[in-house]
């Protein structure tokens, strides 16, 4: 006879003071719950400020956490070996792997100026060719891309675009 495992759902909550990760069923049963602290920063009376970085880096600490209590959870449930779990990291942040190398980001700023193009450093998210690479020794951040609507069925790029991007990729490589 198969057991039926049920639906279980998984809620993060980011509050002042930590990141919680639970784990509810399909009747809004909580389960089980992580908590993770993170340090809170003063800079004047009545506000608090947060390391961004620290508070992604404990989202994913709960979540695996979470994880491995509800693989032991479900098991002790419905039986030893219901459940295995095996947690593998294939996304990284670049941003620890690209800052003693900073020069680089630096040249890329220069070359995107020299075309006319106002250079933008903002984090990125997601499982990227160059975070894999900066990960592997060959530091590889993100320069543009020069698209919009990205990974929906309007998602498209000017031939403008792409003509100012391979115009700093040139700048870029005069610079070595």
């Not at 956490?65 to 002790?76: G, I, Y």
């Given at each position: 006879m198969t057991r039926q495992m049920g639906d279980y759902i998984i809620a993060i909550d980011q509050s002042t003071s930590a990141t919680k990760a639970m784990l509810f069923n399909d009747r809004c049963e909580m389960l089980q719950r992580v908590n993770v602290e993170h340090h809170q920063y003063y800079p004047k009376?009545?506000?608090?400020?947060?390391?961004?970085?620290?508070?992604?880096?404990?989202?994913?600490?709960?979540?695996?956490?979470?994880?491995?209590?509800?693989?032991?959870?479900?098991?002790?449930?419905?039986?030893?070996g219901t459940v295995e779990l095996t947690v593998t990291d294939s996304y990284y942040n670049m941003l620890e792997k690209i800052q003693p190398h900073i020069e680089i980001v630096?040249?890329?700023?220069?070359?995107?100026?020299?075309?006319?193009?106002?250079?933008?450093?903002?984090?990125?998210?997601?499982?990227?060719?160059?975070?894999?690479?900066?990960?592997?020794?060959?530091?590889?951040?993100?320069?543009?891309t020069g698209g919009e609507n990205y990974h929906g069925r309007f998602e498209y790029i000017p031939v403008e675009d792409m003509e100012k991007c391979v115009e700093m990729l040139l700048a870029l490589v005069r610079t070595f």
């Open positions: 009376a009545g506000w608090v400020e947060h390391d961004a970085e620290e508070i992604y880096a404990n989202v994913i600490a709960a979540v695996k956490q979470l994880m491995k209590d509800a693989a032991r959870f479900l098991n002790e449930k419905y039986g030893e630096e040249r890329a700023k220069r070359a995107m100026e020299s075309v006319g193009m106002t250079p933008k450093t903002v984090p990125v998210r997601g499982g990227t060719d160059g975070a894999r690479l900066s990960y592997e020794g060959l530091p590889c951040p993100n320069l543009c």
